[in-house]
C-alpha cells in the first residue's frame, strides 16, 4: 500500500479521513466522504493493532467506495458513505492478513 496518496496519520484531520474506532467491541466506522483518492498506512487499532486502509476515487458521493484494508488484528469494518441525509451502510468482517499478522 505504498502509494503516494496514502496519507500518514496526524492529528484529526476529518477532511482526510473520516474514522471512528470502538476497540472493546472490534469495531471500525469508516465514513467515506471524499471523491479523491485517500488512506492511511500503520492506523493504530487497539494496543497492538494497525490497519492501513487506502479508498479508491470516485465519480460521485452515491459511488460505493472501492477500499482496501490490511490488518493485523480481525476486526468489523462498518463502512458508510453517500449524502448525509441518507447515508449507505455496509459491514465487512477484516481478518489479518498473513504478512500484517507477521511484521
Not at 25 to 34: A, F, M, N, P, S
Request: net charge negative; aromatic share 4%.
Amino acid at each position: 500500500m505504498g502509494d503516494s496518496h496514502v496519507q500518514r496519520p496526524r492529528a484529526c484531520r476529518v477532511s482526510c479521513v473520516c474514522v471512528c474506532v470502538c476497540v472493546c467491541e472490534g469495531v471500525l466506522v469508516w465514513d467515506v466522504r471524499q471523491l479523491e483518492a485517500h488512506g492511511v498506512e500503520r492506523y493504530p487499532f487497539g494496543r497492538d493493532g494497525w490497519l492501513d486502509l487506502a479508498c479508491d476515487e470516485r465519480a460521485a458521493p452515491e459511488d460505493r467506495p472501492v477500499v482496501r484494508v490490511e490488518s493485523s488484528v480481525a476486526l468489523q469494518l462498518e463502512l458508510r458513505w453517500g449524502r448525509p441525509a441518507h447515508p449507505r451502510v455496509e459491514l465487512i468482517a477484516i481478518h489479518p492478513t498473513a504478512a500484517a499478522a507477521a511484521a
